[in-house]
């Protein structure tokens, strides 16, 4: 399971691993924490993966380690969202083309890869959906967080919220053309190419899928 992934995911989990170890050895727990949520999640994908049956490329396992561990150690451990003023856009703006190809991918499954099964603009649609509403649950957690425990993961409140979902509507209609295109056209590359990959990497999933 680990041998087959990349160079970059298995480094970025070493990295993480020593960055928490020595954390705690030196009494610095926020950091330890973050370090050790961060490696959870990167590697959650590997085992959800087991538990489901489906094949996760080894490039889908790299780009979310390289997510993680820019979200949640350079963003909160290392405070990036206040040191450098884009560094929460590029990650709510990625996420949700992320979350759009992940919400596209869920409903060609359902269709098992028929790409005439229904309309592209319909499936597009779902995708697009699927990502703000991933998004608009991520600010209700943030809401939730700060107002229960008294965080400020929220920044300006309201602005930073609307800005957010701004960003997040973005990245999503990014996600979801990708899937459109996919559907509409023969040719592979760039975001279509992720789905590709995945496609022929779980053929069971797409039985009708067709040229």
Same mark, same amino acid.
């Given at each position: 399971m680990f041998a087959r992934q990349t160079w970059v995911a298995r480094t970025l989990w070493a990295l993480l691993f020593i960055f928490s170890a020595v954390s705690l050895i030196v009494g610095q727990w926020y950091p330890a924490f973050v370090a050790l949520a961060t490696l959870a999640l990167s590697l959650a994908p590997l085992f959800l993966s087991r538990w489901a049956k489906v094949v996760i490329p080894p490039s889908f396992i790299a780009?979310?380690?390289?997510?993680?561990?820019?979200?949640?150690?350079?963003?909160?451990?290392?405070d990036f969202y206040d040191r450098v003023w884009w560094w929460d856009i590029a990650m709510h703006g990625t996420g949700a083309v992320g979350v759009g190809l992940i919400g596209f991918v869920l409903i060609f499954m359902m269709f098992q890869g028929d790409k005439y099964a229904a309309p592209p603009y319909a499936v597009?649609?779902?995708?697009?959906?699927?990502?703000?509403?991933?998004?608009?649950m991520w600010e209700i957690f943030e809401?939730?967080?700060?107002?229960? %425990?008294?965080?400020?993961? =929220?920044?300006? &409140?309201?602005?930073?919220?609307?800005? $957010?979902?701004? !960003?997040?509507?973005?990245?999503?209609?990014?996600?979801?053309?990708?899937?459109? %295109?996919?559907?509409?056209? =023969?040719?592979? &590359?760039?975001?279509?190419?992720?789905? $590709?990959?995945? !496609?022929?990497?779980?053929?069971?999933l797409f039985q009708r899928r067709r040229k």
């Open positions: 780009a979310a380690t390289v997510f993680a561990g820019a979200t949640l150690l350079l963003g909160e451990a290392f597009a649609l779902f995708a697009f959906c699927f990502a703000m509403a991933v998004g608009t809401f939730t967080m700060d107002s229960l %425990f008294g965080f400020n993961t =929220q920044k300006s &409140g309201l602005p930073d919220t609307m800005g $957010d979902l701004i !960003v997040d509507g973005a990245g999503a209609i990014v996600g979801a053309w990708a899937g459109w %295109f996919y559907l509409k056209s =023969q040719e592979q &590359g760039g975001l279509t190419g992720v789905i $590709d990959e995945f !496609v022929r990497h779980n053929p069971r």
